[in-house]
C-alpha cells in the first residue's frame, strides 16, 4: 500500500519529510522551481540595494579626499606663510655654519670668516692609586671623599654626576684619570687645583690651559670663549668647527621676506593631495561595470562615466589657468608660479597625467616669484585657494551635491530593506502554503491508490470463488 510520505528525523532531530512516493512527482523540485521564480523580484530588489551601498561607500570617499582637498588649499591664506624672515647660509658649514639670531634682524651681506683657533677647555692628567682608607680630595674647592679600595671609575662616575662640579672626568688605560673644565676659553696658568694629601693623584704629563677661539671676520680679529659666537655678525650666531687653512668660509645673509621654501613645501603638499584626489575619482570614473554581472559584482563601475563627477574635474582643471579678477596679468592664476598639469611628453603627444588632470611644480619659477613679488604670489594664492574651496566644497562639503546623493541612497536602501523584509515573509508563507497543498495531492493519491489495490483483490476473490 503506497503512502504519501515518509517522515523522520534529521542529525539536527528536524523533522525531514519525503514527498511524491505516492505520485511519483519530485515535489520538493516542483516547489524550489516555483519559489525560485517567485523570488526573482527579491532578487533584483537585492542587486539594486547593493548598487546604491557600493555608490554610497565609494562617494562618501570621495566627499572625505575632496573635503581634506579643501582643507589643504585653506592652509595658503594663513598669514604664517608669508611672513617675513631671513635667511642665511654658508658655503661650508662643517668648519663655519650660521643661523639668525632669535627676534633679531641681521644685516643684509657676505662675510668672509677665518678661524685660526677653536675654544677648548684647560686639562689636567694624574696617575690614580686606589687609597688603603677612606680620604678626602678637593677638586677646584669642591671636597670628594674616597673610600678604601675604591677604583679610578668610581671616581670619574661620582665627579660626572655631581651637578655642582667644574669639572669633568675620564678614564684612560692604565688608571690615569683626566679632569677637564666643563666650560670653554682662556683660563690662564691657574687652572684645575686639586688638593690631595692622601696621595692618591699624582699629576702626570703637560697641563693644557683653556683657550678662547680666535677668528677673523672680514678681517677683523674676533675672540670668544666659546665656539659658539654670537658677537662677531650682528644678529647672527656663528658656531666654529673647525679651521680656515684653505681661506675664509662665506657667510651671506639674505634680504628678509617670505620663505620660498616654506612656501614650497606647502604648494607640493597640496600638489600630491590634489593628485591623489584626481586619482582617486578618475579610477571611479574608468572602472566599467561588468556586462552581465554576477552575485557580488553589481556594486563594480556604479559611478563609471559619472556626469557629476567629471564636471568637478573638469572645473577644478579650470581654475588652475582661469585669471583672478583685480590682479595684475602675469600673476593672477597658479600657472604663473609654475603648477600646471605638466608639459606635453613629447612631440604631438600629452603625457597621461597631463590628460588626468594631475599637477606639476617648477620649483625654480616658485621661487623665482616669491622672491620678485612675494605680495602678488600671496594674492594670487589666496584668491585662488577661495575659489577652489568654493568648488570643492559645493561638491563635497556639509549639504553639498555629494552628501545630497548620499543621504538619497540611505533613503532609497532603507526602503528596499522594508520591501525585501515584507516580500520575503510573504515568500515563506507562499511555500509553505505549497507544501501544504502537495503533501494534500500525496494523501489523495495514497487513498485512491490504496482503495483500487483493494477493489483489485476483491475482484481476484470474487472470480476465485465463481470458479
Not at 570643492?392 to 522594508?418: C, F, H
Not at 508563507?429 to 483489485?456: C, F, M
Amino acid at each position: 500500500m503506497s503512502t504519501s510520505g515518509l517522515g523522520v528525523n534529521s542529525v539536527t532531530g528536524a523533522p525531514i519529510t519525503i514527498t511524491g512516493l505516492a505520485s511519483g512527482l519530485e515535489t520538493s523540485k516542483i516547489i524550489g522551481a516555483l519559489m525560485g521564480a517567485e523570488r526573482e523580484p527579491v532578487t533584483h530588489l537585492t542587486d539594486e540595494q547593493q548598487k546604491l551601498q557600493a555608490e554610497q561607500s565609494d562617494l562618501q570617499g570621495i566627499q572625505s579626499s575632496l573635503q581634506q582637498l579643501a582643507s589643504a588649499a585653506s592652509e595658503f591664506s594663513l598669514p604664517s606663510l608669508f611672513e617675513n624672515s631671513q635667511t642665511v647660509t654658508s658655503n661650508e658649514p662643517a668648519r663655519v655654519s650660521a643661523a639668525i639670531a632669535a627676534g633679531s634682524g641681521a644685516g643684509v651681506g657676505g662675510y668672509e670668516v677665518e678661524v685660526t683657533q677653536l675654544a677648548n677647555s684647560a686639562q689636567r692628567t694624574f696617575k690614580f692609586t686606589s687609597p688603603t682608607s677612606d680620604e678626602t680630595i678637593t677638586i677646584e674647592g669642591h671636597e670628594i671623599t674616597l673610600t678604601a679600595g675604591e677604583t679610578a671609575k668610581q671616581l670619574a662616575s661620582a665627579i660626572n654626576s655631581d651637578s655642582s662640579a667644574t669639572v669633568y672626568a675620564a678614564v684612560l688605560e692604565g688608571e690615569t684619570l683626566v679632569l677637564s673644565n666643563r666650560a670653554t676659553g682662556n683660563t690662564g696658568t691657574e687652572f684645575i687645583k686639586v688638593t690631595d694629601p692622601g696621595g692618591a693623584l699624582t699629576e702626570t704629563g703637560t697641563a693644557r690651559e683653556g683657550k678662547n677661539a680666535e677668528f677673523k671676520v672680514d678681517g677683523v680679529a674676533g675672540s670668544a670663549a666659546t665656539n659658539t659666537v654670537t658677537n662677531a655678525i650682528a644678529g647672527v650666531t656663528l658656531t666654529l668647527g673647525g679651521l680656515t687653512p684653505n681661506g675664509p668660509v662665506t657667510i651671506d645673509v639674505g634680504a628678509p621676506g617670505p620663505s620660498a621654501s616654506a612656501v614650497e613645501a606647502q604648494v607640493q603638499a597640496f600638489v600630491k593631495l590634489y593628485n591623489s584626489t584626481v586619482e582617486a575619482i578618475q579610477t571611479q570614473l574608468q572602472i566599467k561595470p561588468p556586462v552581465k554581472p554576477t552575485s557580488g559584482e553589481f556594486g563594480v563601475g556604479v559611478l563609471f562615466g559619472d556626469v557629476e563627477l567629471t564636471s568637478l574635474l573638469d572645473s577644478m582643471r579650470t581654475t588652475m589657468y582661469e585669471p583672478i579678477k583685480g590682479l595684475e596679468a602675469n600673476m593672477s592664476s597658479p600657472f604663473d608660479i609654475g603648477i600646471s598639469t605638466g608639459k606635453p611628453s613629447g612631440e604631438g603627444t600629452t603625457s597621461q597625467a597631463s590628460l588626468e588632470g594631475k599637477l606639476t611644480l617648477e620649483p625654480a619659477k616658485l621661487a623665482e616669484a616669491v622672491k620678485a613679488n612675494p605680495t602678488g604670489v600671496e594674492q594670487m594664492l589666496q584668491g585662488w585657494s577661495l575659489n577652489l574651496q568654493s568648488l570643492v566644497n559645493a561638491a563635497g562639503g556639509p549639504g553639498g551635491t555629494i552628501e545630497g546623493r548620499t543621504t538619497g541612497d540611505s533613503s532609497q536602501i532603507t526602503e528596499l530593506t522594508s520591501q525585501i523584509n515584507t516580500m520575503n515573509e510573504m515568500l515563506a508563507h507562499r511555500e509553505k502554503a505549497l507544501q501544504a497543498t502537495y503533501a494534500e495531492l500525496e494523501t489523495v493519491i495514497s487513498k485512491n491508490t490504496a482503495q483500487g489495490d483493494w477493489l483489485t483483490q476483491q475482484e481476484e476473490s470474487l472470480s476465485k470463488s465463481g470458479t
